[in-house]
């Protein structure tokens, strides 16, 4: 079957890659089908020694958020006035959580660190002219940002910066035995800055729906909050120096962090035949309308997953999801780690045959469980990621706790652990990235587009 499967793509592709004026074949998808398999198997789960993300013997635990304090519905208020020993009290609570729950403590430096930010946030409350809830908070944010987690967050705002990509897409490019060259000819002899052009030119589709490469940067956005719609721009320019003597300078696109909250946390329908599955979460709600839609279209030549949306929720709905697609359990690349004991459950490394093609759309939202969804989904064959590199956000999980006096939000994981195999494949605030980039916002219409090309 999944012969005859390459045989039909491969015949499409052909068709569709002398469509056009370039003169240089495109790959077809078969070429592209076998070399993500291969990046994909060769990915193996996560071994090593995890000492250096282990706890220190903590010998009593004086903090339990169920007795002390529970989350309660009132409101943060930045102008809220706070007397110096209510925010003494809200940093002590804070400096506890770490402390006490928190079981990447040691590994963002421990006591010396942690003290030293918490003495400093403290300064900082007691010199402001007028104490207010707002203070509080941006001290917070600005001392703890050491904390490399994309779960924390302080009343929905990062501490930390993400890793976001800007395309650069004036300009097509294909790429050949030679290097690269545009779709008319003109080859690539350098660009500025930049010596290994395979790290720099991404897999992309044209807005044609043509596979191509663009030069794709990921730079560290400060300052996003969850759900974040703002636009970033990028400054850095490409030069590309042509064999010909030519120079053409590029300039970046704009990001915009991409989200669409749907009326049901699971969508479904079928666009030219082709099954899309939309979610925004992992969890049970829409959960059996997911499962019946996946099982009753399975053994379409191709499905669409689209999770440019998905915050996360629950590990075992998203396994649930592949299941149903599949039939069979799946395995991740990455362990879960108990930092207090150091203990894992090792899993089999098995790659499962899939004689179908399921594209997933990604996107920076995507995060979480969902990233946990595509490291499974990187053992299961013929599956293609499409849009950006996802959140980063996954190390750790998100327990969500509240300062009694100022009420701010805190999420921060807890003694568990998420770790993968390496940084080229899963870095905290960078994520994890898709086979084929796009701006996550044009996605679906170019999976969509790349699909009628084949038919």
């Given at each position: ?403 009694p006096n100022s009420k701010a939000q805190v999420i921060l994981g807890s003694r568990y652990i ?38």
């Open positions: 079957m999944l012969k005859k499967i390459f045989v039909w793509i491969l015949a499409a592709m052909l068709a569709f890659s002398n469509v056009g004026c370039t003169s240089v074949p495109q790959p077809t998808m078969e070429e592209v089908l076998a070399e993500v398999n291969a990046e994909h198997a060769a990915v193996e789960q996560t071994e090593g020694d995890f000492s250096q993300y282990l706890r220190k013997p903590v010998q009593k635990i004086q903090f339990d958020k169920n007795e002390n304090f529970t989350v309660t519905d009132e409101a943060f208020d930045p102008t809220k006035q706070l007397t110096i020993e209510q925010a003494k009290g809200d940093i002590d609570y804070f400096f506890n959580i770490f402390h006490d729950t928190y079981g990447l403590y040691d590994y963002f430096g421990g006591d010396e660190v942690f003290t030293k930010a918490k003495q400093a946030v403290i300064e900082e409350c007691e010199s402001a002219q007028t104490l207010t809830c707002e203070v509080l908070e941006q001290s917070l944010i600005d001392h703890f940002s050491f904390v490399k987690d994309g779960h924390f967050s302080i009343n929905q705002k990062y501490v930390s910066g993400r890793m976001c990509p800007f395309f650069y897409r004036e300009v097509s490019f294909v790429k050949t035995e030679e290097g690269y060259q545009t779709t008319d000819g003109k080859k690539v002899e350098s660009i500025e800055g930049y010596e290994n052009l395979d790290e720099l030119m991404k897999r992309s589709i044209s807005p044609e729906g043509k596979l191509v490469y663009y030069p794709v940067l990921l730079k560290e956005m400060e300052g996003i909050s969850a759900l974040d719609d703002s636009t970033y721009s990028c400054e850095e320019k490409l030069t590309v120096h042509y064999q010909d003597g030519e120079t053409q300078t590029l300039e970046a696109e704009p990001f915009t962090w991409y989200w669409e909250e749907f009326s049901q946390n699971v969508q479904t329908e079928k666009v030219n035949g082709t099954p899309i599955l939309r979610m925004n979460f992992f969890d049970q709600t829409g959960a059996q309308e997911r499962s019946d839609f996946i099982k009753e279209n399975r053994e379409e030549p191709i499905m669409i997953m689209d999770m440019r949306s998905n915050g996360g929720g629950y590990w075992l709905e998203a396994r649930n999801t592949i299941i149903d697609y599949t039939g069979k359990n799946v395995t991740t690349n990455a362990v879960e780690l108990d930092a207090w004991t150091g203990t894992y459950t090792p899993q089999q490394d098995v790659f499962l045959e899939n004689n179908n093609l399921l594209i997933v759309l990604t996107g920076k939202q995507s995060a979480s469980s969902a990233e946990q969804f595509l490291d499974a989904l990187h053992n299961v064959e013929n599956v293609l990621i499409i849009g950006e590199n996802t959140n980063g956000c996954i190390i750790s999980s998100g327990g969500q706790h509240q300062l998420h770790l993968f195999p390496s940084k080229e494949y899963f870095e905290e605030l960078k994520g994890m990235e898709p086979d084929i980039w796009v701006p996550a916002g044009e996605a679906e219409e170019l999976a969509v587009k790349l699909i009628e090309n084949l038919k």
